[in-house]
């Protein structure tokens, strides 16, 4: 999709489980930046971009976004059978009381909770602020209005019984 929107060639590095795409490019920086108003820097303060906020199907295009790159599908066990859940994980509280206002317009209810933890690999304790949707009602919901767009995550909501 990159190399489809911009004519670049991103670098495909893993680590644990993760995939990063490294993008070297001054133009595409500056592109973000100024037509789209992302940060440059750090990202203190991250939000959905305004003009996304003002048209429902941009914002639930941001979110399921959010969703596909931040985001986990999984379903838990327990003595009541299998219960589905969607879970967002973000550094940035205002991004996901964003989102879960959003979710709730959507009438997608979700839980918000913080989440500190140590980080072995920088020695410091982090914060991560979850978002998750919980139940079959909610996850329907969430595949009907927002969906996906990864591959990897349909395969996920369609192992739950959901397709995008």
């Not at 996901?96 to 690999?121: I, P």
């Not at 978002?131 to 927002?146: Q, V």
Request: aromatic share 12%; net charge positive; glycine share 6%.
């Amino acid at each position: 999709m990159i190399s489809r929107l911009y004519s670049l060639n991103p670098t495909v590095a893993f680590e644990n489980n993760s995939v990063y795409l490294r993008v070297y490019s001054k133009d595409l920086v500056l592109f973000k930046h100024n037509e789209l108003g992302f940060p440059i820097g750090r990202k203190i303060g991250l939000r959905i971009p305004d003009f996304a906020t003002s048209d429902c199907q941009l914002t639930s295009q941001v979110v399921s976004g959010l969703y596909d790159t931040d985001g986990t599908v999984r379903v838990r066990h327990d003595e009541s059978g299998d219960y589905p859940r969607i879970s967002l994980a973000q550094r940035y509280p205002r991004l996901v009381q964003q989102t879960k206002a959003f979710l709730l317009s959507l009438r997608v209810t979700s839980t918000m909770y913080r989440n500190d933890y140590y980080d072995s690999r920088s020695g410091k304790v982090e914060t991560r602020w979850f978002l998750d949707i919980n139940g079959f009602h909610n996850f329907d919901l969430f595949a009907l209005k927002i969906g996906t767009r990864s591959p990897y995550v349909a395969e996920r909501m369609k192992a739950v019984g959901v397709s995008s």
